[in-house]
């Protein structure tokens, strides 16, 4: 690696897996993924919540193991990926008088620390603020306001919440694990990194990233991010019902939905058959693949629908001019994008991490949607500026460094 470059790491610690992704950043800001780590985590997380605390540890350092052996890198910081139903968000305004004659970054930074002073009880923190336009003067439409001559400036920006426990819990495992946490990133935030194009944003977009027990949305207009949620539903509940219908263990559930799935049974054919293993049967047997789909596809449909109701409940339809992106695991599933279109009522495509080729192989493995999330971190804390060395030196910086020290009191 030329010193020129620096080493980004971001984990992604989902409900059955880890995800750890190593990248270079050179002094252009190009990203090339050169390590790649993956670990199962089945009993360590429930809808993004830590359950059990040792197990998380222990496939975090799994995941970071694998990583390490295929770069060569020491990773001993991580960017770190935060999901559940206990994250919030809300759209919040700041109003700043320059100091100056024109305006300065020293403004810029005060008016959005002012957007950024909101009521919240003492087991809510920020976890993340992306601005949406400057104000200068009433002349709106800004993007960069620095250097522009006015008096007044005004942000509006989009702040996301989460529970003080529920981060400490994960900042907690990934501290087990001997590595040091150098900003967390939203998971939805993060998805729309890597998969959303711009006209997208502009026009109006909602991503939903379906992973194993959450679905994350984001909700994009003229470019900003007006909407952050998540839905507590994803993949698992999917092979938990093929588990139950079929009297399979969780593991052959998950392999089965993995390889045959499908959300429309019409789409299937009546003669295709899979061989199974099923609890209690010492020897396999065969079942109707479309039978599997029939399992499937209403709790597709429930999750679609919560997801629909999300939306509905805090935004208007009618910012979502571009439709609605998939990602994440789930929307690997054959046919959920039609599902999806005839319960959401807008037209859908599948999110994949957008990767240049780098022929060292990960580009085509790192465009399944699965991997949208950890991908986007990166690129996200790239966009951002950052240039910290994930593979040698420890420390926080932005509001992690500011407020770590009070969740741990």
Same mark, same amino acid.
């Given at each position: 690696m030329?010193?020129n470059?620096?080493?980004i790491?971001?984990?992604?610690?989902g409900?059955?897996?880890v995800t750890?992704?190593?990248?270079?950043?050179?002094a252009?800001?190009?990203?090339?993924?050169?390590?790649?780590?993956v670990?199962?985590?089945?009993?360590?997380?429930?809808?993004g919540?830590?359950?059990?605390?040792e197990?998380?540890t222990?496939?975090?350092?799994?995941?970071v193991?694998?990583?390490?052996k295929?770069c060569?890198?020491?990773i001993?910081?991580?960017?770190l990926?935060?999901?559940?139903?206990?994250i919030?968000?809300?759209n919040?305004?700041?109003v700043?008088t320059v100091?100056?004659?024109?305006v300065?970054?020293?403004?810029?930074?005060?008016?959005?620390?002012q957007s950024?002073?909101?009521s919240?009880?003492?087991?809510?923190?920020?976890?993340?603020?992306e601005?949406?336009e400057?104000?200068?003067?009433?002349q709106?439409?800004i993007?960069?306001?620095r250097?522009m001559?006015g008096?007044?400036?005004e942000?509006?920006?989009?702040v996301?919440t989460?529970?003080?426990?529920?981060?400490q819990?994960?900042v907690?495992?990934?501290?087990?694990?001997?590595?040091?946490?150098?900003?967390?990133?939203?998971?939805?935030?993060?998805?729309? /990194?890597? $998969?959303?194009q711009?006209?997208?944003?502009?026009?109006g977009? &909602?991503l939903? *990233?379906? @992973?194993?027990g959450?679905a994350?949305?984001?909700?994009?207009?003229?470019g900003?991010l007006?909407?952050?949620?998540?839905?507590?539903?994803?993949?698992?509940y999917?092979?938990?019902?093929i588990?139950?219908?079929?009297r399979?263990?969780?593991?052959?559930?998950?392999?089965?939905?993995?390889?045959f799935?499908?959300?429309?049974?019409?789409?299937?054919?009546?003669?295709?058959e899979?061989?199974v293993?099923?609890?209690?049967?010492e020897?396999?047997?065969?079942?109707?693949a479309q039978f599997?789909a029939?399992v499937?596809?209403p709790?597709v449909?429930e999750i679609?629908?919560?997801?629909?109701k999300k939306?509905?409940?805090?935004?208007?339809?009618?910012?979502?001019?571009?439709g609605?992106?998939l990602t994440?695991?789930?929307?690997?599933l054959?046919?959920?994008?039609?599902?999806a /279109?005839? $319960?959401l009522?807008?037209?859908?495509?599948?999110?994949r991490? &957008?990767?240049? *080729?780098? @022929?060292?192989?990960?580009?085509?493995l790192?465009?399944?949607?699965?991997?949208?999330?950890?991908?986007?971190?990166a690129?996200?804390h790239g966009?951002?500026?950052?240039?910290?060395?994930?593979?040698?030196r420890?420390?926080?910086?932005g509001?992690?460094?500011r407020?770590?020290?009070?969740f741990?009191q």
């Amino acid at each position: 690696m030329s010193k020129n470059e620096s080493i980004i790491t971001a984990l992604d610690v989902g409900t059955s897996k880890v995800t750890t992704l190593v990248a270079s950043r050179n002094a252009a800001g190009r990203i090339q993924f050169i390590g790649k780590g993956v670990a199962r985590n089945p009993d360590g997380m429930i809808n993004g919540n830590v359950v059990n605390m040792e197990a998380t540890t222990r496939a975090i350092n799994e995941s970071v193991t694998e990583a390490d052996k295929i770069c060569d890198v020491r990773i001993r910081s991580v960017l770190l990926g935060l999901s559940g139903e206990h994250i919030n968000s809300m759209n919040s305004h700041g109003v700043f008088t320059v100091r100056g004659r024109e305006v300065a970054q020293s403004d810029i930074d005060r008016v959005v620390e002012q957007s950024k002073n909101i009521s919240l009880s003492g087991e809510r923190r920020i976890v993340g603020t992306e601005m949406g336009e400057f104000v200068v003067d009433e002349q709106s439409g800004i993007k960069n306001p620095r250097g522009m001559a006015g008096r007044r400036l005004e942000v509006k920006t989009h702040v996301v919440t989460a529970s003080v426990a529920m981060i400490q819990n994960l900042v907690r495992s990934v501290t087990d694990a001997g590595l040091q946490v150098d900003e967390i990133v939203v998971n939805g935030i993060a998805s729309a /990194e890597s $998969v959303l194009q711009e006209d997208e944003k502009q026009l109006g977009v &909602a991503l939903v *990233d379906i @992973g194993d027990g959450t679905a994350d949305i984001v909700v994009y207009k003229q470019g900003a991010l007006v909407y952050t949620a998540v839905v507590p539903m994803g993949g698992r509940y999917i092979t938990r019902d093929i588990s139950i219908a079929l009297r399979m263990p969780p593991a052959e559930a998950e392999r089965v939905k993995c390889r045959f799935g499908c959300a429309e049974p019409k789409s299937v054919s009546p003669d295709e058959e899979i061989e199974v293993s099923c609890i209690g049967d010492e020897e396999k047997k065969i079942i109707k693949a479309q039978f599997v789909a029939e399992v499937i596809t209403p709790r597709v449909e429930e999750i679609m629908v919560n997801i629909r109701k999300k939306i509905n409940e805090d935004i208007k339809d009618s910012f979502i001019s571009s439709g609605i992106v998939l990602t994440g695991g789930t929307a690997n599933l054959r046919y959920i994008k039609n599902i999806a /279109e005839d $319960v959401l009522g807008l037209p859908v495509r599948i999110g994949r991490p &957008a990767i240049s *080729d780098d @022929g060292m192989g990960f580009a085509e493995l790192l465009r399944d949607p699965s991997f949208a999330s950890a991908v986007g971190m990166a690129y996200y804390h790239g966009r951002r500026g950052g240039a910290k060395n994930g593979s040698s030196r420890g420390g926080v910086f932005g509001w992690l460094g500011r407020v770590m020290e009070k969740f741990f009191q």
